[in-house]
């Protein structure tokens, strides 16, 4: 196709169809004309702002979105918005040795001491919530190179969950309701070791300090449906954050992934059975979805609790150890010499009766699992 030598680089062929269908009508130009570039405009919003993409640490971000969402024209056109946290996570001999790093952790330390953080966060949000359209927030881990430069090491430290806790807070502040908060089950495990407090609500610290967990249990009622990710601590913890727990809408839950603190292969990183305790006594009347990892459970507690569940269709398990299978839901043997993982699958989708259920990594034993498997 020849391309026109207008600015917009349409082909010329396209022009010539429209010219000839409008005839030698002036008019009907003009009409068809009009209707095409609201065509156009009508799908380049849906395209390009359909979703709002915000780094919550860096102003110039949160003050486009805040220009984005409050346009009378582009406004309504969003559906979605998109947090990450790109605060950096880096040590003093970083922040010395690089100027541009430390601009940007000066800029950030200077959002938070002004105050205006949380103003842009709640203005943002307020705006937000004017539009029916935009119907969910999601909060999204960050991918180095894929939503910025590396951001330095926390030398496995846990990040702090300042940030999303100040996100929790402008939720409540704006006074505004949505449909779903989404945070990303897609999100790569493994390589974070939990230090981005967007890859999971930090059950243990939520309940050990009542001002996060309090802003975050209210904020979380501002949704009509959660899907959630929990951070169940490791196999050390002695807290079980029952009180963060105990305020979770469990109603509105749609799906939920319970990763350990730490995500890595060493056993002693595993989620702490108290908080696995904890949560297996609990039920989510809507949940679909529930994605363990890392963790270590007995069969008669995690079938009763799968059981209570009654939306429950899709189960995942990964690096999942099962003690105590008896012997009439399984008995049968793999070559490694535990006991058949498409067995206990089967019996555990007809004990429990969930359609789709799917393991990886996992191990289950008629008695109990040594401390390293």
Same mark, same amino acid.
């Given at each position: 196709?020849?391309?026109?030598?207008?600015?917009?680089?349409? $082909?010329?062929?396209?022009?010539?169809?429209?010219?000839?269908?409008?005839?030698?009508?002036?008019?009907?130009?003009?009409?068809?004309?009009?209707?095409?570039?609201?065509?156009?405009?009508?799908?380049?919003?849906?395209?390009?702002?359909?979703?709002?993409?915000?780094?919550?640490?860096?102003?110039?971000?949160?003050?486009?979105? =805040?220009?984005?969402?409050?346009?009378?024209?582009?406004?309504?056109? #969003?559906?979605?918005?998109?947090?990450?946290?790109?605060?950096?996570?880096?040590?003093?001999?970083?922040?010395?040795?690089?100027?541009?790093?430390?601009?940007?952790?000066?800029?950030?330390?200077?959002?938070?001491?002004?105050?205006?953080? &949380?103003?842009?966060?709640?203005?943002?949000?307020?705006?937000?919530?004017?539009?029916?359209?935009?119907?969910?927030?999601?909060?999204?881990?960050?991918?180095?190179?894929?939503?910025? $430069?590396?951001?330095?090491?926390? #030398?496995?430290? #846990?990040?702090?969950?300042?940030?999303?806790?100040?996100?929790?807070?402008?939720?409540?502040?704006?006074?505004?309701?949505?449909?779903?908060?989404?945070?990303?089950?897609?999100?790569?495990?493994?390589?974070?070791?939990?230090?981005?407090?967007?890859?999971?609500?930090?059950? =243990?610290?939520?309940?050990?300090?009542?001002?996060?967990?309090? !802003?975050? !249990?209210?904020?979380?009622?501002?949704?009509?449906?959660?899907?959630?990710?929990?951070?169940?601590? /490791?196999?050390?913890?002695?807290?079980?954050?029952?009180?963060?727990?105990?305020?979770?809408?469990?109603?509105?839950?749609?799906?939920?992934?319970?990763? $350990?603190?730490?995500?890595?292969?060493?056993?002693?990183?595993?989620?702490?059975?108290? *908080?696995?305790?904890?949560?297996?006594?609990?039920?989510?009347?809507?949940?679909?979805?529930? =994605?363990?990892?890392?963790?270590?459970?007995?069969?008669?507690?995690? &079938?009763?609790?799968?059981?209570?569940?009654?939306?429950?269709?899709?189960?995942?398990?990964?690096?999942?150890? #099962?003690? /105590?299978?008896?012997?009439?839901?399984?008995?049968?043997?793999?070559?490694?010499?535990?006991?058949?993982?498409?067995? &206990?699958?089967?019996?555990?989708?007809?004990?429990?009766? *969930?359609?789709?259920?799917?393991?990886?990594?996992?191990?289950?034993?008629? /008695?109990?699992? $040594?401390?390293?498997?």
């Amino acid at each position: 196709m020849e391309q026109s030598a207008s600015l917009t680089g349409l $082909p010329v062929e396209m022009l010539e169809l429209v010219a000839r269908h409008t005839g030698k009508d002036m008019k009907k130009l003009r009409l068809v004309s009009r209707h095409i570039a609201d065509g156009t405009f009508k799908i380049f919003k849906r395209t390009f702002f359909s979703e709002v993409k915000v780094f919550v640490t860096t102003k110039s971000s949160m003050e486009k979105a =805040i220009q984005i969402v409050g346009s009378t024209s582009l406004g309504p056109a #969003v559906q979605r918005l998109t947090l990450t946290d790109d605060s950096f996570l880096g040590n003093p001999d970083e922040v010395r040795s690089n100027t541009a790093i430390r601009a940007k952790l000066d800029a950030q330390r200077k959002l938070r001491e002004d105050g205006e953080y &949380v103003k842009l966060l709640t203005e943002l949000f307020r705006k937000c919530g004017r539009h029916a359209s935009l119907s969910t927030i999601r909060i999204k881990a960050f991918v180095e190179g894929k939503d910025g $430069p590396y951001r330095g090491e926390s #030398v496995l430290a #846990v990040g702090s969950d300042d940030v999303f806790v100040a996100v929790m807070r402008a939720i409540v502040l704006s006074c505004a309701s949505f449909d779903t908060l989404s945070m990303d089950m897609l999100a790569v495990d493994g390589d974070d070791y939990g230090k981005d407090n967007f890859s999971g609500l930090h059950i =243990i610290q939520f309940g050990r300090h009542d001002h996060y967990g309090i !802003a975050s !249990a209210a904020a979380l009622h501002r949704f009509k449906t959660l899907e959630l990710i929990l951070q169940a601590g /490791h196999e050390n913890t002695k807290d079980v954050g029952q009180n963060f727990l105990a305020m979770i809408p469990h109603a509105k839950v749609r799906s939920l992934k319970i990763r $350990p603190e730490f995500d890595s292969e060493d056993p002693q990183d595993n989620c702490s059975k108290l *908080v696995i305790g904890a949560l297996l006594e609990l039920d989510f009347p809507a949940m679909e979805i529930l =994605i363990l990892r890392r963790a270590v459970v007995s069969w008669t507690s995690f &079938v009763s609790f799968i059981k209570r569940q009654k939306s429950l269709r899709h189960l995942d398990l990964f690096h999942v150890g #099962v003690n /105590h299978v008896p012997e009439e839901v399984c008995s049968m043997l793999s070559a490694d010499g535990n006991l058949d993982n498409n067995s &206990v699958r089967e019996r555990l989708s007809q004990l429990a009766g *969930v359609a789709r259920v799917e393991l990886s990594s996992c191990r289950f034993s008629n /008695h109990i699992l $040594p401390s390293r498997w």
